[in-house]
């Protein structure tokens, strides 16, 4: 069974730091994307980013504006998503998933969660004072 499993989540105040990490389960990140996903409390649920699985393709949403840097390590089966500078805004619940090439460098790709799957249970992440 395909699956992925966020971790990494947690409260922290703004200005501060958090790395989130998202482990595959029954299968090897050896094609198409992983990208990251938030949803906050009545919102719909938005890119954040996405890599290639030989991590040779990136994107990000544009409000990361440099302050997140995705990763892989393709030994580990693992993406990771460092995140600093985090605002208040950045509250939500964290999901990775995977999806194909074309989903992560489509101009509009954060709006494009129906065509990822395998998604996981996701990780809180909450930035407040």
């Known amino acids: 069974q395909l699956q992925f499993v966020e971790s990494g989540g947690g409260l922290v105040q703004p200005g501060g730091s958090l790395r989130l990490s998202c482990s595959a389960s029954?299968?090897?990140?050896?094609?198409?994307?992983i990208g990251w996903f938030r949803q906050a409390p009545g919102k719909e649920r938005e890119g954040v980013s996405c890599?290639?699985?030989?991590?040779?393709?990136?994107n990000y949403g544009d409000f990361v504006q440099g302050r997140f840097s995705i990763s892989i390590d393709n030994g580990k089966n693992t993406v990771y998503l460092q995140m600093t500078s985090l605002e208040p805004e950045d509250t939500g619940i964290y999901y990775c998933?995977?999806?194909?090439?074309?989903?992560?460098?489509?101009?509009?790709?954060?709006?494009?969660?129906?065509?990822?799957?395998?998604w996981g249970q996701g990780t809180q992440v909450t930035v407040s004072a």
């Open positions: 998933a995977t999806g194909t090439h074309f989903d992560c460098v489509v101009a509009g790709w954060t709006s494009r969660a129906q065509h990822y799957h395998s």
């Open positions: 029954g299968f090897t990140l050896d094609e198409g994307v």
């Open positions: 890599i290639s699985h030989n991590g040779r393709t990136t």
